[in-house]
């Protein structure tokens, strides 16, 4: 920490406000005041390290370091865990959120990620690397897989004995320690160099689906409570991909709606909307017959030798119109308004001798009776 930071930690583990767990309203606060504390820069000094208890002040004016240890352990019926830090320091500290997935997409996109994070896996697994590389190099079917899986393993091992005793490392062996990280992390941005930043989009897919698998791992392992953790994931896991769920209920939905409902018979157009759909079929064929004559794909010769009047399907081509006046005049005469006109006085002729007939009948058939 820096000169002149104060740091209160307040950790609090218990039942909730329901009085849920054993004790009731048995609350443990801790009050943690760090002041002036400072990192040593180098680990060749003896570092003396204050344990601190609950409830207990502790206050330095000198440099000094300070280790607490969490001995409550939460159970499930301790559903609430809090730790609150105040952080009070004349630097600049600042705890920045990424706004949305625009973000993050340019975050993993960047250059500078795309080095640190290429010369960070390399500095932390180069054993893991090399063994990968030689592996590129072995015949198939061969006795030598079951060293290089022995390898993987030993590769793991030595990484984590290496975490465990880093700052042993460190103090005695800096100069090598120094040297590795220095070799390594040129080689690690020479090899990124060459490749570049990621492109391709399968390969982008696969970095962002490691960058939120290793956030959800932070996630459960920053959780003390794993049944907690595990809701949290699931409920994450669930907002991200909540559209696919949700179009598979939408059609599962259509699929079953549709299998029970009864079919609707279809209506019948009227007079009046056949007569229009018929005229706007008729000109959209229209149109779409001179489009065909006009391109490339028509054969004028052939076509010509198979009509009668060259002339008026020129003319039609050109934007006239399809029907002389004749035929129009005697369309109108047998499905227009004349023809209409003139269907209903020959129904009413028809009617009114009927009528006369329906009359003369009762007068012949009593002149029958009478004689």
Not at 140 to 147: E, N, R, W
Request: aromatic share 12%; charged share 20%.
């Amino acid at each position: 920490m820096a000169g002149g930071m104060k740091v209160a930690v307040s950790p609090a583990v218990g039942p909730g406000p329901w009085g849920w767990g054993v004790g009731g309203g048995r609350t443990v606060r801790l009050l943690l005041i760090l002041s002036g504390c400072l990192v040593y820069g180098t680990a060749e000094i003896d570092v003396n390290v204050v344990m601190l208890q609950e409830s207990q002040v502790c206050e330095k004016r000198a440099s000094q370091q300070f280790c607490y240890t969490n001995v409550l352990i939460p159970k499930w019926h301790d559903i609430w865990t809090r730790i609150q830090i105040r952080v009070n320091s004349s630097k600049l500290i600042r705890v920045t959120q990424v706004e949305n997935e625009d973000k993050l997409k340019e975050l993993e996109q960047s250059q500078i990620f795309y080095y640190s994070t290429g010369m960070s896996v390399g500095i932390v697994a180069s054993l893991l690397i090399i063994i990968f590389i030689l592996s590129k190099f072995m015949p198939k079917k061969s006795p030598i897989y079951v060293i290089l899986v022995g390898g993987w393993s030993f590769s793991l091992y030595l990484i984590q004995l290496v975490f465990k005793n880093l700052q042993e490392i460190w103090r005695c062996y800096w100069q090598y320690l120094l040297s590795y990280v220095l070799t390594v992390g040129f080689m690690s941005f020479a090899v990124c160099y060459k490749y570049g930043p990621l492109e391709n989009e399968r390969s982008i897919n696969l970095l962002t689906w490691t960058l939120q698998l290793m956030g959800l791992c932070f996630m459960y392992s920053g959780i003390q409570i794993p049944h907690i953790a595990l809701a949290i994931i699931i409920i994450a896991l669930c907002t991200k991909n909540l559209e696919y769920p949700i179009q598979w209920l939408y059609i599962t939905y259509r699929k079953v709606y549709k299998a029970t409902e009864k079919p609707v018979p279809p209506r019948l157009l009227t007079e009046e909307e056949y007569r229009i759909q018929g005229e706007v079929e008729t000109r959209k064929a229209l149109e779409e017959l001179r489009e065909f004559c006009n391109s490339p794909d028509c054969s004028a010769w052939k076509t010509v030798s198979r009509i009668q009047s060259p002339k008026r399907f020129a003319d039609f081509v050109e934007g006239s119109s399809h029907l002389t006046p004749n035929e129009v005049s005697v369309h109108e005469q047998e499905y227009g308004l004349g023809s209409i006109i003139a269907q209903d006085e020959i129904y009413e002729e028809a009617s009114s001798e009927e009528e006369d007939s329906y009359s003369r009948c009762p007068a012949i058939t009593q002149n029958n009776f009478l004689t």
